[in-house]
């Protein structure tokens, strides 16, 4: 990893290619780039600098490149694995996106909007809305997460049943090689079948092989139609079962399918101004269930009413509510996308963005909790998300009344603990937040050497100096 602290005279050749107030070295200003939304990763840069263009990017990467100076590619700073945080050291620039955030074209026609990569996930979501389109990337940081950030990690979200990660959504990019050079894939075709796809290279990489300053995404035909549903399920078992009744007789309208443990929910309710339960009575486990499509209003209530009677006929709801109104639904919606916030209120909690087949998703989810107790008495396990395909947020609370500080420090042990379950059901210890330096030592453990390998010669043959985003992904003795 390369740790060599760049000179004043390279420092000034960088700030001139961004110009005066874009190339910012106080600690004080470079703070909110220095460390990541948990708190869990602080570190240290030589510079920040905000280039306007990809040419600005291309000059930075050139000079980098030719200098040995180490570049961290940075978006809204909303990164949970520490990816796009600077070592301690200080001796690296971070390269911050967030200026380039132009919206270059939207063609409804051909359904694909091009955008910069600084541009913010929700202001996407608005301008394809403005022309009757729909972006269906959503996350709970889309009103500060950018787009390059959610190419560079792959996001997922609350859509991915339905729509696919940002893999899925991107058809083609504009990057910045280590050496300066840019390649202009910015083609909107469906089918190109001229070779390698460059493209899903670099999405996912987290900024290692190339720095994303541009791309083209896929739009969707806007639904006409929504309807929600707040069901409380008699266990994870029953939500996978009342997932495939619903595909069945919705002919595959559900775009949400969310699992909400209790704990969780009572989480919601006691942190989250406005919260109160939808359903009278407590349950163990709720499912929030969304349909979209259809030419008009109203006509998903039959289908959604359908799929609540089969599921009780089944005996796998105990209760449900549909939402009769969008302000209805979007209260129904805050109740799962509040969760992750409100679990700092109840203490230190230790993540996991794991997925695993879906079939296996419930024996998954108590057998780590069974783990976890044993492991931790009194811990509180809080299984919730995309159950529909295969991620879960398994997140661990600390006991009431506990020391939280004791507590974290259980954090690699815990890791480990839930990543080996998730492993004997052949699932991922990432399911969309990315490796970053939160799981990069643990890639030898979960990749084939094979794979390993290709991926570093990868990383060589793109980066031959290292200076893209070191450290990160590959394990340092394999970068």
């Known amino acids: 990893m390369i740790n060599k602290k760049p000179s004043d005279e390279v420092l000034a050749q960088l700030a001139a290619t961004v110009g005066p107030g874009n190339a910012i070295t106080g600690h004080d200003e470079m703070a909110t780039y220095l460390c990541e939304g948990r708190d869990r990763y602080f570190g240290n840069a030589a510079m920040v600098l905000r280039p306007g263009s990809t040419q600005e990017v291309s000059g930075i990467l050139e000079i980098a490149s030719r200098t040995g100076t180490a570049v961290v590619p940075q978006g809204g700073n909303t990164g ?21 955030n132009r919206i270059r074209s939207i063609d409804p026609l051909d359904n694909t909007i091009t955008v910069e990569a600084g541009c913010v996930l929700a202001s996407v979501q608005a301008a394809a809305d403005r022309v009757d389109r729909l972006y269906p990337l959503s996350l709970g940081s889309e009103g500060s997460c950018q787009i390059g950030g959610n190419l560079s990690s792959n996001a997922g979200g609350t859509a991915v049943l339905a729509y696919g990660n940002a893999r899925n959504l991107a058809l083609g990019l504009e990057v910045v090689l280590a050496d300066g050079r840019i390649w202009n894939g910015l083609r909107s075709l469906r089918k190109d079948n001229t070779g390698y796809n460059l493209t899903n290279l670099f999405i996912g990489a987290e900024g290692t092989l190339g720095v994303i300053t541009a791309a083209v995404l896929k739009l969707f035909p806007k639904p006409r139609d929504v309807a929600t549903a707040f069901i409380a399920v008699a266990g994870p078992e029953a939500s996978v079962e009342l997932l495939s009744h619903a595909n069945a007789i919705s002919g595959g309208r559900v775009t949400g399918f969310e699992i909400m443990p209790r704990i969780g929910l009572e989480f919601v309710l006691r942190h989250l101004p406005g919260a109160r339960d939808p359903l009278s009575g407590e349950h163990g486990w709720y499912v929030l269930m969304e349909l979209s499509g259809g030419e008009q209003e109203g006509v998903l209530r039959d289908p959604c009413e359908r799929i609540l009677e089969a599921g009780f006929e089944a005996g796998l709801i105990e209760d449900a509510t549909i939402a009769e109104s969008g302000a209805q639904a979007e209260a129904l919606w805050s109740l ?6 409100v679990q700092k209120k109840e203490g230190g909690s230790i993540k996991h963005d794991v997925s695993v087949p879906v079939s296996k998703m419930p024996a998954f989810i108590r057998e780590a909790s069974e783990a976890i107790v044993k492991h931790i008495p009194d811990a509180r396990p809080v299984a919730f998300g995309h159950i529909g395909d295969g991620n879960v947020h398994f997140n661990v609370s600390q006991p009431i009344g506990g020391d939280k500080a004791a507590f974290l420090s259980q954090w690699e042990a815990v890791n480990h603990i839930v990543h080996e379950i998730v492993l004997a059901y052949d699932g991922s210890i990432s399911a969309e937040h990315g490796i970053g330096r939160m799981k990069r030592d643990l890639m030898p453990a979960i990749k084939d050497p094979v794979e390993l390998d290709l991926m570093r010669q990868l990383k060589s043959t793109l980066d031959p100096g290292g200076i893209l985003n070191p450290g990160k992904v590959l394990p340092l003795n394999e970068a």
């Not at 001796?91 to 200026?99: D, G, N, Q, T, W």
């Open 336 to 341: 799962r996308t509040g969760m992750s916030e």
């Open 80 to 100: 949970l694995v520490g990816g796009q945080i600077p070592f301690e050291s200080g001796h690296e620039i971070v390269l911050s996106l967030s200026r380039l």
